[in-house]
């Protein structure tokens, strides 16, 4: 299995929902991320996972909160979200582990197709 | 902070022709780069990384990177309709990737 998959493929949620995006990839990567993509911007980096401990948080607002339960597995639970929150949810995953070195595929991260999001 | 710029575009080439795609960075000890396709609507998509100086070729692609310069390009040799997408071109430090605001490329059959 060479991909990450993320599920729901869309999501609309009014502003009191609780609601969860998930992601799952079985390649053994040891890093996982969350990223949010406007429409027409780049990805704009929210979480990583290495190792599944939480290494990396850019300092996004506490209406998302990451889970990462297993190797394998990366859930983003929202929370009380904006309409503004709305857009592409983009998990990835990379080999990771720091044996690679900054040159190295190791870094190479892989992304999933996204959860579109749309907050009423 | 790490800054990565590219021409947003759009980049319009003719189908058969070579399209190339720049991006510059901001950090001098920057050491791996990497260069994503996206299509609208769609996810992005790794094409190539590149670590060492100079050229790295794979099928109709070739990824150049000149450190000296702080640059690195791609090139698309015998560029089809379906190569039309936004480029984005990205540097990682620590886990991090700082990505360009990518170029559209238009190509014309």
């Known amino acids: 299995d060479t991909e990450v998959t993320q599920t729901p493929k869309h999501l609309v949620m009014g502003m009191t929902n609780k609601k969860s995006l998930k992601c799952e990839q079985h390649?053994?990567?040891?890093?996982m991320y969350w990223y949010k993509q406007k429409a027409k911007k780049p990805p704009e980096l929210m979480f990583v996972?290495?190792?599944?401990?939480?290494?990396i948080n850019e300092s996004v607002p506490s209406r998302f909160s990451p889970e990462c339960p297993n190797s394998s597995l990366l859930n983003l639970h929202l929370h009380a979200l904006q309409p503004e929150d709305s857009a592409l949810y983009l998990c990835?995953?990379?080999?990771?582990?720091?044996?690679?070195?900054?040159?190295?595929?190791?870094?190479?991260?892989?992304f999933g197709p996204g959860t579109r999001l749309t907050v009423l | 902070q790490k800054e990565v710029e590219q021409n947003s575009g759009p980049l319009s080439v003719p189908e058969g022709a070579i399209a190339s795609l720049n991006c510059t960075y901001s950090d001098r000890g920057s050491q791996s780069f990497f260069w994503y396709r996206q299509y609208s609507g769609k996810s992005p998509e790794l094409i190539m990384s590149?670590?060492?100086?100079g050229d790295k070729e794979d099928g109709r692609f070739t990824a150049q990177l000149n450190k000296a310069s702080q640059y690195v390009s791609l090139l698309i040799r015998d560029s089809q309709p379906s190569d039309s997408a936004t480029y984005l071109c990205?540097?990682?430090?620590?886990?991090?990737?700082?990505f360009g605001s990518g170029t559209k490329l238009n190509v014309k059959p």
């Open positions: 390649m053994g990567h040891r890093a």
């Open positions: 990205a540097v990682i430090d620590f886990n991090k990737f700082y």
């Open positions: 590149i670590y060492s100086n």
């Open positions: 996972y290495s190792y599944e401990k939480l290494s």
């Open positions: 990835a995953s990379s080999p990771g582990g720091s044996s690679g070195g900054p040159r190295s595929s190791y870094n190479e991260q892989f």
